[in-house]
């Protein structure tokens, strides 16, 4: 029960309504939830509720009280009516403790606004509506199962969350610091701690894809300032392994608080982790969490939407902002303190467009600290179209001497861009036709991709919207995992995971086609330092491997070994300058991390040179080392 502001209390009140008859008011989350009798009367004055919304500076979500909720097949009834024929409703649930019913269509609802007022007027459940993917996801129903059965535990700890996120503010002296605990003049383990006087928050915690499990593969969590019990919330950007790889660890280690995310992050960054986990077993290396933290993980999420600004502690509010990296992939904006110093967290990001996503963000209301990734710091990136044409000429070369293509990709993000080219390719009959195999995990995630078609490029986003799923090709040809028969067989083209080649069936793939020159091994993403690919792609071609058996192998690379720039989900340095001349807001700070030392370096040294022409004259550029704390105010 809200007992802490009885003025806001009193105030809702006095505006609603009286015939909504409001029968309890809580804190769930950032969320100030109204329960009333009648929610219609409330949508019809969702002025007042706007009004409200802003004099309490709070989000507002109103719910219908459960006993005047109408039955389930009566409502299920009432939706399909109102949803009608074309948009086809193929499933709905219930989640009975928030109120909620979530509503599967085959396509893509338009008008939801208006449809949504209807449903909660004549049936008192709050619809939410979810695109049946034209593919099936495992973990998409697994996750919305998961989140509906454990719905009463979810809404006891979103309660719990509210008291903490609206607390008194106790200190009126700010100060703003951050902490540099992975991910600093390195690729990987991604972490950045948050401290005011009055929170502490968590920006990303990753995974260090090329180490194996030594101590440099988390971040660094044994300093006294991160004291789990003290932390108010994590915040991930993307569902990468090294920006969310270690999130589950922390509730083994008795977190009990919120992580933010966008919905397809919270999707994919589950079923990356309990892919890691399984990884990890079958290599004899097993993580330091298991699925059950996974699973608590889930439960503790909290999605938001781009541009949705949100309290998350008493003196810093959220904003996500597109990052146009991976499908979700958000910058992260936090206004501190009621303005006293606000921070943009970049994450991974690409100013430019790609085939399916739209430009990272520039437009923030303020900015006075820019911590911002630098992975291609050093590097000018072909032309999209010099890529594909590149691409299209190793595929057509290999294919022609009856050889095959292994192209490791990164289960997200490249892995559905190279999809999308690869369909188009053979569509227009630039490349032969043969086919196109993807691994499970990468299915599913291109599944979760067509779940969320508003979160896509605009051409991505109406094919969805027409039923013209680029996904669902006739070219692919979906696989379990490794298989000979394949990496011996007719010409094809083979995309398996991981992306760097440590770990996954890319690697069964690589050394079952290595010894075979009519092959060609295609690199389309970053490469990091110690992986297999890095390796490769720095010329090496002689490894000794240990088999499933344990056995040694000698493997002698004899397949074609090529390297396609241009296809990156990161920006290159011309983006990078782009994205920093463009920023609507220029920052007093520019802090560089997520880069190799020496690119970050280089980067900071043009980044001087140029500051007039950035536009950017009066920004410290810092690079921090590992465990740096910098005080911004
Ligand atoms: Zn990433």
């Known amino acids: 029960m809200v007992d802490k502001q009885e003025n806001s209390l009193l105030l809702i009140f006095q505006e609603l309504p009286k015939e909504a008859e409001v029968t309890r008011l809580e804190y769930e989350g950032p969320y100030l939830v109204i329960y009333v009798k009648r929610p219609s009367i409330i949508t019809n004055s969702f002025d007042t509720i706007k009004k409200l919304a802003k004099i309490l500076k709070k ?8 006993s005047v909720r109408k039955n389930k097949e009566e409502t299920a009834e009432i939706i399909r009516q109102l949803v009608g024929e074309e948009n086809q409703v193929t499933n709905v649930k219930f989640d009975e403790i928030m109120g909620d019913v979530i509503v599967y269509t ?12 209807k449903i909660l007027a004549e049936t008192n459940w709050r619809p939410v509506f979810v695109k049946q993917p034209p593919m099936q996801s495992k973990m998409l129903e697994t996750v919305n199962a998961h989140l509906i059965n454990e719905a009463e535990y979810r809404l006891q700890v979103l309660r719990q969350f509210g008291e903490r996120i609206h607390r008194h503010l106790l200190f009126k002296n700010n100060y703003v610091r951050v902490t540099a605990l992975g991910g600093f003049s390195e690729v990987g383990r991604s972490s950045v701690l948050l ?161 399916l996503l739209e430009k990272a963000n520039t437009e923030f209301p303020r900015v006075d600290t820019l911590i911002m990734e630098t992975t291609y710091g050093a590097q000018y990136q072909p032309s999209r179209d010099e890529a594909e044409s590149e691409l299209r000429s190793l595929i057509t070369q290999t294919i022609s001497r009856s050889g095959r293509i292994l192209i490791p990709v990164l289960a997200v993000g490249r892995a559905q861009e190279i999809m999308i080219v690869l369909n188009e390719m053979m569509k227009k009959k630039e490349i032969p036709e043969v086919p196109i195999y993807i691994t499970g995990i990468l299915d599913e995630i291109t599944a979760i991709h067509s779940a969320y078609p508003d979160m896509l490029s605009r051409e991505i986003k109406e094919a969805l919207y027409n039923d013209e799923n680029p996904f669902t090709s006739e070219h692919f040809h979906r696989i379990e995992g ?136 009066n920004s410290e550029i810092i690079v921090p080392q590992l465990l740096d704390s910098i005080r911004l105010v």
Request: hydrophobic share 35%.
């Open 482 to 617: 490794f298989r000979e028969d394949i990496a011996k067989g007719e010409p094809s083209i083979i995309l398996a995971t991981s992306g760097m080649l440590n770990g996954g069936a890319s690697v069964e793939f690589f050394k079952a086609m290595a010894d075979d020159p009519k092959n060609t091994l295609i690199f389309v993403s970053y490469q990091a330092q110690g992986t297999l690919g890095r390796k490769l792609k720095n010329g090496e071609r002689k490894f000794q491997m240990i088999s499933k058996e344990g056995k040694v192998e000698n493997i002698e690379v004899k397949m074609e070994v090529k390297s396609v720039e241009g296809f990156s989900g990161h920006s290159d340095k011309k983006q990078l300058k782009a994205f920093i001349a463009n920023l609507s807001s220029k920052p007093k700070n520019i802090i560089l991390n997520h880069g190799e030392l020496e690119v970050i370096r280089g980067f900071a040294r043009e980044l001087e040179k140029d500051k007039r022409y950035l536009r950017i004259p």
């Open 59 to 66: 989000r507002i979500v109103v719910r219908a009280d459960p």
């Open 195 to 355: 401290e005011t006087k009055e929170s502490k928050i968590l920006l990303d915690l990753g995974v260090n894809p090329s180490s194996s499990w030594g101590e440099e593969l988390f971040p660094r969590l044994d300093i006294d300032q991160v004291n789990l019990e003290e932390l108010d919330a994590v915040i991930v950007t993307h569902a990468h392994l090294d920006h969310c790889g270690m999130v589950p660890l922390l509730f083994k280690y008795g977190y009990e608080g919120p992580v933010y995310v966008t919905k397809p992050t919270r999707d994919i960054m589950s079923l990356m982790q309990l892919d890691l986990l399984d990884v990890a077993n079958r290599e004899g290396e097993p993580l330091p969490y298991s699925a059950k933290e996974v699973r608590k993980m889930l439960l503790h999420t909290i999605t938001l939407d781009y541009e949705e600004v949100t309290d998350i502690t008493p003196d810093i509010r959220l904003t996500f902002y597109n990052a146009g990296h991976i499908i979700g992939s958000a910058m992260a904006h936090l206004h501190i303190g009621d303005g006293v110093h606000n921070i943009v967290y970049t994450g991974d990001f690409k100013f430019g467009r790609t085939r």
């Open 106 to 117: 085959k396509r893509p609802v338009s008008k939801k606004d208006i449809i949504n007022q």
